[in-house]
């Protein structure tokens, strides 16, 4: 079924001509004219020129939204696949250029390699023959000032406790992929390569998501809308792994990775699948994913509380019995075993089951002192740090890109599209299709871990925004798609124009993002090639 009429008169593309002639003019200059204009000229028209065609290619009644997302055909297929294998590319290929990320100066970045040799031999902590002898003396060895003043040498971001240095990361990436790989073939995985994996099977997982979201509520969505919601999800949660890639954001994308499958089967689970085994055994395997999460990253792994929202429509018509309550454990029996398993991990090396390592991390700050939950932010501060997060503008600056990392909602404009939900035929739709409760659920966790991060953390940091992105994400998916079905013609067409200008935004914002210098990233630690990048973008 398509969503244009069939039989509409033939009509000239004006936009792609004009634009076409324009393109092919400036490189016919630059061949005539090297004096004035050069490779710069032709590679900055060339970006601009696939930026103005995405716009247009993506537009309300382009081919691509001629037909609806959840059509079945090879056509959808092959065009799905291409953009997910042009996204994975996009996003993992960067991840090799900055010796300090792709393993040429490993540092404290190679810790699930060595994680994994720990497991190995057979004990927890990582084995380090350079300890200094000043550490096992010192009265409060988590105190970077003293350290300091000591001359205290120490693995950076490792947790030190009796004698011994543990990874403070998550365990779940090095058991479920170093320790593998290094039994296997008998070498060290470098950890780039892990988070090329995961980001991967997490932008995967966000086309898997929304492709199950758009067949079950939204039939009708547009696949150009489909497909750029997608698009632009994968990359706002992968451009800092791209920037980044080893050690912090190994722990974060694979605990994303994790999340969004577990709540891809969660939603099969609670709305799709309707026999009983089936349904138990999908939201059994969503529970493991979900529950694996918590060994990665924690604050992500809180997207699991996405469950409550579902809970409702999935119990929906069943009276309690003691066969619901059985199936019920049996579909949540992963969040006990992983869960014992995590315990006994942090008890094993801390004497803590709740103690991850934090409290004895080797970092900036005296973590030690955030051994509290609290952590000593009062109320205001914790409002005042989320309203950061999410809207906190960080200002231009002098050297290309111009921009710096502000807040979520500045930094990505897409996620303006939730407010849809505040339409009354909208949130009449999502209530009818059994929604309310996951999207309440979505609108209330990224303040909730943005609190969490918080309150563990002496400040804020543009990697941490990870852990809502992909919430803020599927809100937005769910709040176009929802928007889409339940407003008028003239509306749609506005939101449309909007999704589709503001998801090319975000794509273009994530490649402009990725060059701001940080981290020793690629352009921190090579300024020429921004200066480059300016040269190629602003040719005009």
């Not at 997910?84 to 300090?100: D, F, G, K, R, V």
């Not at 937005?476 to 079905?485: D, L, N, Y």
């Amino acid at each position: 079924m398509r969503l244009g009429q069939k039989n509409k008169p033939m009509r000239i593309p004006r936009i792609p001509l004009a634009v076409t002639v324009v393109f092919t003019v400036i490189l016919v200059l630059c061949a005539l004219l090297p004096g004035r204009f050069d490779g710069y000229t032709a590679a900055g028209a060339c970006f601009w020129y696939v930026i103005v065609m995405a716009v247009y290619g993506f537009r309300p009644g382009s081919r691509l939204n001629l037909f609806p997302a959840s059509e079945v055909s090879l056509r959808h297929t092959l065009l799905t696949l291409a953009a997910e294998i042009l996204l994975i590319l996009t996003c993992i290929l960067p991840m090799s250029l900055s010796p300090i990320w792709n393993g040429e100066v490993p540092d404290h970045r190679n810790e699930y390699e060595v994680m994994a040799d720990s497991l190995l031999e057979g004990h927890l902590y990582l084995d380090y023959d350079d300890v200094d002898p000043k550490l096992l003396t010192m009265e409060n060895p988590y105190d970077p000032e003293a350290r300091k003043a000591e001359g205290v040498r120490v693995h950076w971001d490792h947790a030190w406790y009796n004698g011994h240095y543990y990874m403070y990361f998550g365990v779940v990436p090095a058991v479920l992929t170093f320790l593998p790989y290094r039994i296997l073939t008998g070498h060290a995985l470098t950890t780039y390569h892990a988070t090329q994996l995961y980001v991967m099977l997490m932008i995967l997982g966000f086309f898997a998501l929304f492709q199950e979201l758009a067949d079950r509520f939204y039939r009708s969505l547009p696949f150009g809308t489909f497909l750029l919601l997608s698009l632009a999800s994968g990359a706002i949660s992968s451009w800092y792994c791209a920037a980044a890639p080893a050690l912090y954001c190994t722990a974060i994308s694979a605990g994303l990775s994790l999340e969004v499958w577990s709540l891809y089967f969660f939603v099969r689970a609670a709305f799709v699948i309707k026999s009983g085994k089936k349904r138990i055994g999908c939201a059994a395997t969503g529970a493991l994913l979900g529950s694996l999460a918590f060994g990665c990253r924690p604050p992500v792994a809180l997207g699991n509380l996405l469950i409550l929202g579902m809970l409702v429509p999935c119990l929906k018509g069943h009276r309690p019995s003691g066969k619901l309550f059985g199936a019920l454990f049996t579909a949540f029996l992963p969040y006990i075993v992983v869960g014992a398993a995590l315990m006994w991990y942090n008890w094993a090396r801390f004497g803590n089951p709740f103690e991850f390592g934090q409290t004895y991390q080797m970092t900036v700050a005296d973590q030690h002192s955030y051994g509290a939950a609290s952590s000593g932010l009062k109320p205001a501060e914790l409002l005042q740090a989320v309203a950061g997060n999410f809207f906190g503008f960080a200002g231009l600056t002098d050297t290309f890109p111009y921009i710096s990392f502000s807040g979520a909602f500045l930094n990505f404009p897409i996620f303006f599209l939730i407010v849809f939900l505040l339409k009354t035929p909208v949130l009449r739709g999502v209530r009818k299709d059994g929604l309310a409760g996951l999207v309440l659920c979505l609108v209330v966790l990224p303040s909730l871990v943005t609190a969490v991060d918080a309150a563990w953390t002496p400040f804020l940091m543009e990697r941490y925004r990870l852990d809502i992105y992909y919430l803020l994400s599927i809100l937005t998916f769910i709040a176009a798609a929802s928007a889409h079905r339940e407003m008028g013609a003239q509306s749609v067409r506005r939101l449309l124009w909007a999704a589709d200008v503001l998801g090319v935004m975000a794509l273009a914002g994530s490649f402009l993002l990725f060059l701001v210098p940080n981290d020793c990233n690629i352009t921190a630690l090579y300024p020429g090639i921004s200066d480059t990048m300016r040269r190629i973008l602003l040719f005009f």
